[in-house]
Protein backbone atom coordinates (compact mmCIF):
# COMPACT_ATOMS: atom_id res chain seq x y z
CA UNK A 1 0.00 0.00 0.00
CA UNK A 2 2.68 2.18 0.98
CA UNK A 3 4.53 1.72 -2.32
CA UNK A 4 1.80 2.66 -3.95
CA UNK A 5 1.01 5.64 -2.54
CA UNK A 6 4.58 6.78 -3.39
CA UNK A 7 4.60 5.53 -6.62
CA UNK A 8 1.32 7.73 -7.24
CA UNK A 9 3.10 11.07 -5.36
CA UNK A 10 6.54 10.91 -7.55
CA UNK A 11 3.86 10.71 -10.64
CA UNK A 12 2.21 13.86 -9.11
CA UNK A 13 5.35 15.32 -8.64
CA UNK A 14 6.62 14.34 -12.06
CA UNK A 15 3.77 15.65 -13.61
CA UNK A 16 3.69 19.27 -11.54
CA UNK A 17 7.58 20.08 -12.64
CA UNK A 18 6.90 18.90 -16.06
CA UNK A 19 4.05 21.39 -16.03
CA UNK A 20 5.95 24.36 -14.24
CA UNK A 21 8.98 23.52 -16.57
CA UNK A 22 6.58 24.25 -19.79
CA UNK A 23 4.82 27.87 -17.85
CA UNK A 24 8.28 28.71 -17.27
CA UNK A 25 9.43 28.18 -20.95
CA UNK A 26 6.33 29.51 -21.88
CA UNK A 27 6.86 32.58 -19.32
CA UNK A 28 10.94 33.35 -21.25
CA UNK A 29 9.54 33.45 -24.35
CA UNK A 30 6.75 35.75 -23.48
CA UNK A 31 9.12 38.24 -21.79
CA UNK A 32 11.50 37.86 -25.20
CA UNK A 33 8.63 39.29 -27.49
CA UNK A 34 6.84 41.29 -24.31
CA UNK A 35 7.43 45.32 -24.84
CA UNK A 36 9.46 47.09 -22.63
CA UNK A 37 7.78 48.84 -20.14
CA UNK A 38 8.12 52.28 -18.70
CA UNK A 39 6.33 52.70 -15.56
CA UNK A 40 6.51 51.06 -12.39
CA UNK A 41 2.48 50.21 -12.57
CA UNK A 42 3.27 48.77 -16.01
CA UNK A 43 5.63 46.44 -14.29
CA UNK A 44 3.23 45.19 -11.01
CA UNK A 45 0.26 45.09 -13.53
CA UNK A 46 2.32 42.90 -15.90
CA UNK A 47 2.84 40.50 -12.83
CA UNK A 48 -0.57 40.13 -11.98
CA UNK A 49 -2.03 39.43 -15.99
CA UNK A 50 -4.81 37.19 -16.35
CA UNK A 51 -3.59 33.91 -17.52
CA UNK A 52 -6.40 30.92 -17.55
CA UNK A 53 -4.29 28.46 -17.61
CA UNK A 54 -2.53 29.59 -14.76
CA UNK A 55 -5.65 30.40 -12.69
CA UNK A 56 -6.88 27.61 -9.79
CA UNK A 57 -9.70 27.21 -7.89
CA UNK A 58 -9.61 26.99 -4.07
CA UNK A 59 -10.00 22.83 -3.53
CA UNK A 60 -6.72 22.60 -6.73
CA UNK A 61 -4.78 25.29 -4.91
CA UNK A 62 -5.45 23.57 -1.65
CA UNK A 63 -4.61 19.82 -3.01
CA UNK A 64 -1.33 20.98 -4.73
CA UNK A 65 0.11 22.82 -1.47
CA UNK A 66 -0.35 20.02 0.23
CA UNK A 67 0.92 17.48 -2.21
CA UNK A 68 4.09 20.01 -2.57
CA UNK A 69 4.29 19.90 1.47
CA UNK A 70 4.25 16.09 1.73
CA UNK A 71 6.76 15.81 -1.05
CA UNK A 72 8.92 18.46 0.29
CA UNK A 73 8.58 16.55 4.17
CA UNK A 74 9.28 13.06 2.43
CA UNK A 75 12.19 14.53 0.44
CA UNK A 76 13.79 15.85 3.43
CA UNK A 77 13.36 14.02 6.22
CA UNK A 78 13.25 10.59 4.33
CA UNK A 79 11.56 8.30 6.73
CA UNK A 80 12.66 9.67 10.15
CA UNK A 81 10.87 12.60 10.81
CA UNK A 82 13.02 15.76 12.65
CA UNK A 83 12.65 15.41 16.36
CA UNK A 84 10.12 17.43 18.02
CA UNK A 85 12.68 18.36 21.26
CA UNK A 86 16.19 17.72 23.05
CA UNK A 87 15.29 13.96 24.48
CA UNK A 88 13.52 13.02 21.39
CA UNK A 89 17.20 14.03 19.34
CA UNK A 90 19.75 12.36 22.35
CA UNK A 91 16.95 8.76 22.79
CA UNK A 92 19.59 6.02 22.59
CA UNK A 93 17.12 4.30 20.35
CA UNK A 94 17.10 7.20 17.57
CA UNK A 95 18.86 6.40 14.61
CA UNK A 96 20.31 10.01 13.65
CA UNK A 97 21.10 10.52 17.38
CA UNK A 98 24.82 10.60 16.59
CA UNK A 99 24.24 13.26 13.91
CA UNK A 100 21.76 15.54 15.83
CA UNK A 101 24.36 15.49 18.82
CA UNK A 102 27.17 16.62 16.71
CA UNK A 103 25.07 19.81 15.34
CA UNK A 104 24.16 20.74 19.01
CA UNK A 105 27.79 20.60 19.41
CA UNK A 106 28.43 22.82 16.74
CA UNK A 107 25.88 25.30 16.97
CA UNK A 108 27.35 25.81 21.08
CA UNK A 109 31.03 25.64 19.47
CA UNK A 110 29.69 28.60 16.73
CA UNK A 111 27.64 30.22 19.89
CA UNK A 112 30.45 30.14 22.22
CA UNK A 113 33.04 31.55 19.55
CA UNK A 114 30.84 34.15 18.77
CA UNK A 115 30.76 35.37 22.69
CA UNK A 116 26.98 35.04 22.20
CA UNK A 117 26.60 35.13 25.97
CA UNK A 118 28.98 35.25 29.19
CA UNK A 119 28.54 32.01 31.96
CA UNK A 120 27.34 33.52 35.75
CA UNK A 121 26.33 31.76 38.95
CA UNK A 122 23.11 31.51 39.10
CA UNK A 123 23.62 33.04 42.44
CA UNK A 124 24.72 36.53 40.70
CA UNK A 125 21.44 36.62 39.22
CA UNK A 126 19.08 39.57 40.98
CA UNK A 127 16.35 39.37 43.28
CA UNK A 128 13.06 38.59 41.08
CA UNK A 129 14.92 37.82 38.24
CA UNK A 130 14.87 34.50 36.56
CA UNK A 131 17.58 33.07 33.54
CA UNK A 132 15.69 32.70 30.43
CA UNK A 133 14.94 29.64 29.03
CA UNK A 134 16.09 28.27 25.90
CA UNK A 135 15.38 25.18 23.52
CA UNK A 136 17.13 22.80 20.53
CA UNK A 137 15.23 23.67 17.33
CA UNK A 138 16.46 20.68 14.62
CA UNK A 139 15.76 21.23 11.06
CA UNK A 140 17.49 18.58 8.37
CA UNK A 141 18.33 20.80 5.20
CA UNK A 142 18.80 19.04 1.75
CA UNK A 143 22.15 20.54 0.43
CA UNK A 144 23.08 20.98 -3.64
CA UNK A 145 24.18 18.36 -3.78
CA UNK A 146 21.95 15.95 -2.43
CA UNK A 147 23.09 15.41 0.97
CA UNK A 148 21.34 16.39 4.19
CA UNK A 149 22.73 18.71 7.03
CA UNK A 150 21.26 18.42 10.54
CA UNK A 151 21.28 21.80 11.78
CA UNK A 152 20.48 22.66 15.22
CA UNK A 153 19.45 26.33 16.42
CA UNK A 154 19.87 27.31 19.93
CA UNK A 155 16.86 29.95 20.87
CA UNK A 156 15.76 31.32 23.88
CA UNK A 157 12.18 31.17 24.66
CA UNK A 158 10.95 34.60 24.96
CA UNK A 159 7.68 33.68 26.18
CA UNK A 160 9.25 33.44 29.67
CA UNK A 161 10.48 36.33 29.77
CA UNK A 162 8.59 39.22 31.75
CA UNK A 163 7.65 42.51 30.40
CA UNK A 164 9.68 45.47 32.64
CA UNK A 165 11.59 42.79 35.09
CA UNK A 166 13.32 40.88 32.18
CA UNK A 167 13.46 44.11 29.19
CA UNK A 168 12.29 47.50 28.93
CA UNK A 169 9.40 47.82 26.93
CA UNK A 170 10.88 50.69 25.67
CA UNK A 171 13.33 49.29 24.09
CA UNK A 172 11.15 46.83 21.85
CA UNK A 173 12.20 47.02 18.27
CA UNK A 174 10.92 45.08 15.30
CA UNK A 175 12.61 46.08 11.59
CA UNK A 176 9.99 46.38 9.53
CA UNK A 177 9.63 48.06 5.90
CA UNK A 178 7.12 50.74 5.57
CA UNK A 179 4.71 49.50 2.72
CA UNK A 180 5.58 53.20 1.15
CA UNK A 181 9.39 52.77 1.33
CA UNK A 182 9.33 49.31 -0.19
CA UNK A 183 6.73 50.66 -3.23
CA UNK A 184 9.67 53.48 -3.72
CA UNK A 185 12.40 50.96 -3.89
CA UNK A 186 10.30 48.60 -6.73
CA UNK A 187 9.42 52.13 -8.43
CA UNK A 188 13.42 52.91 -7.79
CA UNK A 189 14.75 49.46 -9.13
CA UNK A 190 12.54 49.68 -12.41
CA UNK A 191 13.22 53.15 -13.30
CA UNK A 192 17.20 51.40 -12.95
CA UNK A 193 16.61 48.43 -14.75
Known amino acids: MDTARKEADREAAEQLAAEINKEGRLAVEREKHALPMS ?37 IAGDIPEPQGYRQAIAANHPE ?14 LEKMGTWVMVP ?4 PRGH ?11 KLL ?15 YSQRA ?20 FLMSLACQKN
Request: net charge positive.
Open 39 to 75: TFHEVVKSLWDYDPALQLNDDAVAREAKLAATLVADL
Open 97 to 110: RKMWIESMERERAT
Open 164 to 183: GIDFSTDELFAGVANYSSFR
Open 144 to 158: KDGSLSFKSRLVGCG
Open 130 to 140: RPIKCKFVYRK
Open 122 to 125: RSSV
